[in-house]
């Protein structure tokens, strides 16, 4: 989720600089080439960054981000991406990350991954999802994590590929006396993940960044390795629907299950809350084993390239599947506003406001949240 998170505020700020143009948002940017023998689109941006969450406080940095549609023409061609980016936070948390998500052969192959290092001051509130809020505890972690995911079409909209994940975590700066510094939460030492796994994936949607037909189900299984200092595994299900409701509006839906068995490092459980997932809630504000979520937005035209967003949802977390109840289970709704900066691509800026029980938060960054 994180990673989402940063590669959609180098993307928000690329909006940032074509609304301050004197084109407005036009499509073709000085630095956009072109090759005319294969009519492909490739944009290399250096850019600043900038973006609000809950998490993260306000941020900033640099990035140099590349967007590249081997056929500039054809829409349906899936364009790939590139990003370095490095970022401070208002909560003087640190990020530096490379990332990419490359189409190849027109689609029939995917590689998804990146290589990310954090000083990353946190929250934790302990583990269920009844933990009050005078439960909090700050504390600062430093990571260097590896994913990749490479997919290969196996027919139609199906691709599926092995994955291979690395992780080396440490805690600092524990609250006195916590939960944490206690030793009994699982991961409160730090330690290294490796684990490998496989990915399925039915993606017919119409666009990446702004769907507004087709579905997209994904599958994951994922499972820790000798060399590991954890033993656990995760399935995560995510199965989304794309309707038109009329030309310009859609009603998107999301089903949303992560799975986790054994014993995973504590800032490895599913985690509820952030800017996609039941938003108004602090991320991994709850977490535990398991994650339920039922969210869905519908998305509408307001004038020119601004849209709106009214979005509502459900979800709790527990030990496994028998110990879900109706009694702790948490609403989230909202608005939100978009505008349209790349009207190729679809891309756009989103101010969402979201609230919870008892909670809210506001997110200022890139694309659609579902």
């Known amino acids: 989720m994180r990673l989402k998170l940063f590669h959609n505020a180098v993307l928000f700020i690329i909006a940032l600089s074509m609304l301050c143009s004197p084109s407005g948002g036009a499509q ?42 081997p056929e500039a023409t054809d829409s349906a061609m899936r364009p790939s991406t590139y990003v370095l980016d490095l970022i401070y936070t208002q909560k003087k948390q640190i990020i530096a990350e490379v990332s990419t998500d490359m189409y190849l052969s027109r689609g029939a192959y995917r590689a998804v991954g990146f290589v990310h290092f ?3 001051p946190q929250k934790f509130f302990g583990i269920g999802s009844e933990t009050p ?13 590896l994913s990749m995911d490479a997919l290969g079409k196996i027919t139609g909209s199906i691709s599926a590929g092995p994955s291979l994940f690395y992780e080396d975590r440490s805690l600092s700066e524990l609250t006195p006396d916590g939960m944490l510094q206690s030793g009994t939460i699982t991961g409160s030492q730090g330690g290294t993940t490796l684990g490998i796994g496989g990915v399925i994936q039915w993606d017919t949607r119409d ?26 595994s995760n399935f995560t299900l995510d199965v989304r629907h794309y309707l038109g409701m009329t030309e310009m509006s859609t009603l998107a839906v999301q089903a949303l299950a992560v799975l986790t068995s054994g014993t995973p490092p504590f800032y490895m459980l599913a985690q509820l809350g952030g800017p996609n997932i039941m938003r108004g809630y602090f991320e991994g504000r709850y977490r535990d084993k398991t994650l339920l979520v039922m ?9 020119w390239r601004f849209r709106g967003a009214a979005f509502a949802g459900v979800g709790d977390v527990a030990p496994g599947l028998s110990r879900f109840t109706l009694r702790t289970i948490k609403p989230s709704y909202g608005l939100g506003l978009r505008y349209v900066f790349d009207t190729v691509e679809k891309m756009t800026i989103r101010i969402d406001f979201g609230f919870g029980k008892g909670t809210n938060g506001m997110y200022i960054t890139a694309n659609e949240a579902i």
């Open 133 to 145: 809020d005078s439960f909090e505890e700050p504390y600062t972690s430093r990571t260097f994590r």
């Open 207 to 232: 666009n990446i960044f702004m769907p507004s037909t087709g579905r997209y189900y994904a599958a994951s299984l994922r499972t820790s390795i000798p060399g590991s200092d954890f033993t656990f």
């Open 295 to 303: 969210q869905t937005e519908y998305r509408f035209p307001i004038v």
């Open 28 to 69: 073709e940017q000085p630095d956009e080439v072109t090759d005319t023998t294969r009519h492909a689109r490739v944009g290399l941006l250096p850019l600043p960054i900038f973006f609000y969450t809950p998490e993260t406080g306000v941020a900033g940095g640099g990035a140099i981000l590349m967007l590249h549609r």
């Open 118 to 120: 954090s000083r990353y």
